[in-house]
């Protein structure tokens, strides 16, 4: 499902090495074409926009200019406006995750923030263990590096932890490990609180870089919260990456790297010549926002309004799936992963589903070895239960339609 990216031939100028790994995003592609207003897409990874909390974001957006204009529209630190920083470390240690405000670095969204680790990890050659299947945005970051991937399984506990010593074979030691330990994209599954112990362990042990990579760990729905990879870290092998985006609105594109103090400096070192400092204007309103927005009473929304379009697109497949289909069962996060009955492929069936209206993400371009065709991944976060019923039917009566 990946292309390489297409240029036109004969190229105007030769492009780096580097350009033929990396592959414009087939999820993308497949975006544009289930954005069609006749289509139910459960495609996009798209928080709900009537969630977001627009009028208090304006208000603080308009505060920001009438009272601190000019230092706003100012060029500003690398590391990030300092009040913001220091909500974040308050607002981790709250969680169990304690940080002071200096080994905070605010980058523009978490994306960023994984490829400042990349960039400051990562030489051609070296090798990244994933879970697989695994983030797409991340694989194609890491493959502009021009590493080479080492992929271990998941099931519904998350990675293999246990089948990680297999990993660390001579030439082959990884130098960063990278996952999405809460309600992982593209699977909605979670990382068990023993593979979390067992995982730290095992970074420690062989000195290896984790990149904890956690955009979904405050929309949990229903069991405990469970503890942050790098709050369980002792010896500084874990970089934690967080982000407004799927709790206030990714347009603002705010993230956060916390980490090991010599790590933070390296980063920002990078990001420093990467964009120079994230949006003075978006972190200063973000800061005074939530300086007396509630916004543990918006996480509960969240979760509400998550938890019950999550269990309403479970009923919803339980419904209207062929028998032979399974799927993940999400405690948090956004996304369900579908397995098509035997032999069915999610990239064939896509373009009938499109006929059918209704559009999902294939699941093969998530594997960072071997793709795998019969999984699709889909998004409840952004349609209310009628439409997910709706949209299950139509899917439903296309995978049937197959067997
Ligand atoms: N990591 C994961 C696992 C994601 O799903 C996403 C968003 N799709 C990101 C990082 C990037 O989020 P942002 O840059 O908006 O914070």
């Known amino acids: 499902m990946t292309a390489a990216v297409s240029i036109s031939a004969p190229p105007a100028f030769p492009l780096a090495q580097r350009m033929s790994r990396m592959k414009a995003s087939a999820v993308r592609e497949i975006l544009k074409v289930a954005e069609r207003p006749d289509v139910l897409s459960f495609a996009g990874g798209l928080p709900a926009p009537e969630l977001f909390p627009v009028e208090a974001i304006a208000q603080a957006h308009a505060e920001v200019f009438a009272q601190e204009g000019r230092a706003a529209l100012q060029y500003s630190t690398t590391e990030g406006y300092g009040p913001l920083r220091e909500w974040i470390a308050s607002h981790l240690g709250e969680r169990g995750l304690h940080v002071a405000a200096d080994q905070v670095l605010i980058t523009n969204g978490s994306q ?42 998941s099931d519904d506990d998350g990675m293999r932890v246990d089948e990680l010593e297999r990993f660390v074979t001579a030439g082959r030691k990884p130098k960063l490990i990278y996952l999405v330990p809460n309600f992982q994209n593209p699977k909605g599954t979670t990382l068990s609180l023993e593979r979390r112990h067992a995982l730290v362990r095992f970074a420690q042990r062989h000195r290896i870089l984790i990149l904890e990579d956690n955009p979904y760990g405050e929309l949990r729905f229903r069991g405990e919260h469970l503890p942050s990879l790098a709050s369980l870290d002792t010896e500084g092998v874990v970089v934690n990456l967080g982000t407004f985006s799927k709790t206030l609105a990714p347009g603002l594109r705010i993230g956060w790297a916390v980490g090991p103090r010599e790590i933070i400096r390296a980063l920002t070192v990078v990001k420093q010549s990467t964009d120079l400092h994230t949006a003075t204007v978006a972190q200063r309103a973000t800061a005074r926002l939530l300086s007396r927005f509630d916004y543990n009473a918006h996480l509960d929304q969240l979760r509400a309004v998550y938890g019950e379009r999550c269990l309403a697109m479970i009923g919803s497949l339980e419904r209207h799936m062929p028998a032979g289909t399974r799927w993940t069962q ?9 397995e098509l009955p035997r032999g069915m492929s999610a990239d064939t069936l896509f373009p009938l589903a499109l006929e059918k209206r209704v559009a999902f993400v294939p699941g093969s371009p998530f594997f960072a070895s071997e793709p795998r065709t019969e999984f699709m991944r889909l998004n409840y976060s952004n349609r209310p239960p009628e439409l997910l019923e709706e949209g299950m039917r139509r899917l439903g009566a296309v995978i049937a339609s197959q067997q």
């Open 112 to 153: 960023q923030g994984i490829d400042l680790v990349a960039k400051v990890m990562l030489d051609p050659g070296d090798v990244v263990l994933v879970e697989n299947p695994s983030y797409l945005a991340a694989l194609q970051t890491f493959s502009g590096y021009e590493v080479s991937f080492s992929v271990v399984g």
């Open 330 to 338: 999400p405690d948090g996060g956004m996304f369900i992963w579908v």
